[in-house]
């Protein structure tokens, strides 16, 4: 009997087309994982990022309203009284230059979170090619959600209001309505970054849920901190509500949005460890 070899190892190196486990892809980060059932870094740290991204673009949708860069002015109509012509504006073409103006103001808003946020997920997961795409969708969503709620909602809003005198009531409708799906359009954004179809669901239906989460926050701090500064309007008449407003909303949003992509791995690696602990 022939004595056996020992020059050759017994368990050959693991490949990628044999037994064992398959080698990591050139240029595929570490810890990341294509299918999106991982995250590439803590999730509390994900919370954190999104939650200063989606400020920053917060911050910067406020600066814009407030320099009015983007205000539409009200169209005036010619009357004859007492033998003169007199152009001005009626109450009915103020309110269609604010709701224009609204439409504006809500699309920068929308746009910038949801660009920030696909950048976010891209870049959590060192691709530039996921955090571009991702953005520009995000961009899209989201000043398409901002600009066409204005249309649906201040109208709505306006035949509330002459029916109904629950006046925290009408604004709770008006915020969610507003922002919620700006709220969700980051939220598309942030999971297309980060890759998975169910991430993606899940950190859409987590930005929803975190805009209209920010709009209540605002709309009870601005009923009995902020009484006189008319939080309850589409628009609040101080700068320091306008800018909680926006603060509230994309943090909120962007914090929801990420905690909630982030439950898949967890929910995959709890799952995972439960079955191991079943062998026998």
């Known amino acids: 009997m022939s004595e056996p070899s020992f020059s050759k190892p ?38 954190v990022l999104a939650s200063l991204w989606a400020g920053l ?3 910067l949708s406020f600066g814009v309203g407030e320099a009015k860069l983007l205000e539409a002015s009200a169209k005036h109509e ?5 033998g003169r012509t007199i152009d001005w504006s009626t109450p009915a073409t103020k309110e269609a230059a604010a709701r224009v103006t609204s439409s504006r103001l809500h699309a920068v808003f929308g746009g910038l979170l949801g660009l920030f ?13 996921a955090a571009f795409v991702a953005g520009l969708i995000g961009a899209c969503a989201g000043a398409a959600a901002g600009a066409a709620a204005p249309y649906f909602v201040l109208p709505a809003y306006a035949r509330y209001r002459q029916i109904a005198d629950a006046e925290l009531a009408a604004s709770l409708l008006l915020h969610s309505a507003l922002w919620a799906g700006i709220g969700a359009a980051g ?22 849920l975190g805009a ?26 101080s700068p320091r509500t ?39």
């Open 117 to 129: 946020m696909g950048w976010l997920g891209g870049w959590t997961c060192r691709s530039r090619r």
């Open 10 to 47: 017994a368990i050959e190196q693991a490949s990628g087309t044999g037994q064992g486990a398959p080698e990591r892809a050139a240029g595929t980060p570490a810890g990341f994982d294509p299918r999106g059932r991982r995250l590439p870094i803590a999730p509390h740290r994900l919370v």
């Open 242 to 280: 306008r800018l909680l407003a926006r603060l509230m909303v994309a943090i909120l949003a962007g914090a929801g949005a990420a905690w909630a992509g982030s439950q898949t791995g967890a929910s995959q690696t709890s799952a995972a460890r439960r079955r191991v602990s079943d062998l026998p």
């Open 78 to 82: 010619r009357f004859i009284a007492g």
């Open 212 to 237: 209209i989460g920010g709009g209540l926050l605002f709309d009870l701090l601005g009923a009995f901190v902020f009484p006189l500064e008319e939080t309850g309007l589409p628009t609040s008449s």
């Open 187 to 208: 939220g598309l954004a942030l999971g297309l970054g980060l890759r998975g179809r169910l991430r993606t669901c899940q950190t859409t239906l987590g930005g929803f």
């Open 57 to 59: 673009a917060g911050l």
